[in-house]
Structure formats: structure tokens, C-alpha cells
């Protein structure tokens, strides 16, 4: 449990050290990726969630809407943003292994060494290469949880596990960029996770939590960048703060 807290205040401790002199400027692009596709994720869920809603609800369940309601709401929540933060992480990958590299430098004075032999469209490439991967192992856990999602009385349970599962998928995607930094690959970065489990799992509560909240979820992905760094940091290093 104490792992699990440390790997979720990491997170937002990525909050002070986005704003650092030196790094704010590589968090503008990751940012306005991030603040253009929550707004328009925002306004589709304000859109069509209703709609979404009659279709899934039977009449037969209608004297329980009271209770499976706010459950569906938040699947559909939860739907539209994995999707959403999936395509903002992969528009905004490069960058954000470029600010991962930045923030690890002023943590330890070096920058991860695969990284400074990488020219932009290298480092394009081999980022974009792990999107398309983590994406495909999205789809891989999506497809069970969207049939749960669809079956009567059996979806009350999906938003636990859209929960549970969307803070393991953020604790592998923000720990891939300081990871991916030193030449790690997905297999490497999955054993890393499963290693550190309840620290990841911290991490990706903490990720969950700000990308729920309004306002904040647009800082939500270079915060999750640098808590990550620091968090990976941490881990190499065995000491318990940096």
C-alpha cells in the first residue's frame, strides 16, 4: 500500500516540475494536443450521452435506472476518454519522450543516453512503433470489457473493471516514455510494470484521477510524463526521492 500511495503523489508532483524554468516550453505542445482532444471528447459525451444510455438501458431494468445510470455514465466516461487519451498519446508521443528526456536531465544532470544518439525522426518512429503496440494491447482487454459493457445486469460490474484496468494502461503508457528513453520495448516495459505493480498501479489511480477532473485533465498528460520520469528515476536510483 505504501508503494502504491508513493507511485500515486508522484503524479502530482509532475504539477511543479512542468513549470520548471527550462522545461515549460516542451510541455506546450503535449499540452494543447491534450486540451484540443479532452475538449472535443467532452463535447461528445455532452452530446450523445443520453442517447447512448436509452439504447443500452432495457425496459425491463428501467425500475433500477436510479442505480445502473450513473454506472453506465461512467463506462461511457470511461470509453470515450481511453479512446480519446489512446489517440492524444499517439499524436503526442514524440514529444513527450523528448520532455520525459528533458525532465530526467534536470533530475539527474544526464540525459538518457538512447535518447542522445536518436535524431527527431528516429525517435518519431520508435515512439509512434510503441503507441501502435500499446494500442493494439488496449483492444486486446477493450473487446471483453465492451461485450461486458453490453450484457444486462452483468455491465453493473463493467466500471470497476474499466477502472481498474484504465489505471494498469496509463501506468504502461506513461512509464514507456522515460523507459522507452533508455531503449526499452513494450515486452520490457510490461515485465517493468509487473515488477513495480503496485507502484504502477498508484501511478495510473493517480493519471485516472486527473483526467476525471475538469479543467485539470488538460494538464493531465505532460503532469503524467513528468511524475512518471520521476517515478522511473526513483526506481533506478533505490532511493526514495530525488
Do not use: H
Not at 450521452?49 to 466516461?77: G, R, S, T
Not at 479512446?83 to 520532455?99: D, E, G
Not at 501502435?132 to 473487446?143: S, V
Amino acid at each position: 500500500m505504501f508503494s502504491f500511495i508513493k507511485g500515486f503523489l508522484d503524479v502530482f508532483s509532475g504539477f511543479s516540475l512542468i513549470f520548471k524554468p527550462g522545461i515549460r516550453r516542451f510541455v506546450l505542445i503535449p499540452f494543447f494536443i491534450n486540451l484540443a482532444l479532452f475538449s472535443l471528447a467532452t463535447k461528445l459525451l455532452s452530446d450523445q450521452l443520453d442517447v447512448w444510455m436509452q439504447k443500452l438501458l432495457p425496459d425491463w431494468l428501467d425500475w433500477l435506472e436510479w442505480l445502473i445510470w450513473p454506472l453506465f455514465a461512467i463506462a461511457m466516461f470511461l470509453i470515450v476518454f481511453y479512446s480519446f487519451t489512446a489517440l492524444a498519446n499517439l499524436i503526442a508521443a514524440p514529444f513527450n519522450s523528448i520532455l520525459s528526456a528533458k525532465i530526467e536531465a534536470m533530475l539527474t544532470g544526464q540525459t538518457p543516453e538512447d535518447i542522445n544518439s536518436d535524431g527527431f525522426i528516429k525517435l518519431m518512429v520508435r515512439t509512434l512503433k510503441s503507441e501502435a503496440q500499446k494500442i493494439f494491447y488496449a483492444i486486446k482487454w477493450f473487446i471483453p470489457l465492451l461485450i461486458i459493457t453490453a450484457i444486462p445486469a452483468l455491465n453493473i460490474i463493467a466500471p470497476f473493471l474499466w477502472i481498474l484496468f484504465a489505471a494498469w494502461f496509463f501506468a504502461l503508457e506513461y512509464n514507456d516514455y522515460p523507459l522507452a528513453n533508455r531503449g526499452l520495448f513494450f515486452e520490457d516495459i510490461k515485465t517493468y510494470n509487473r515488477q513495480n505493480r503496485m507502484r504502477a498501479l498508484g501511478l495510473g489511480s493517480a493519471v485516472f484521477v486527473l483526467t476525471s477532473i475538469p479543467i485539470m485533465n488538460f494538464f493531465a498528460m505532460p503532469v503524467a510524463v513528468a511524475g512518471a520520469t520521476k517515478l522511473t528515476v526513483k526506481i533506478n536510483n533505490n532511493q526514495g526521492a530525488v
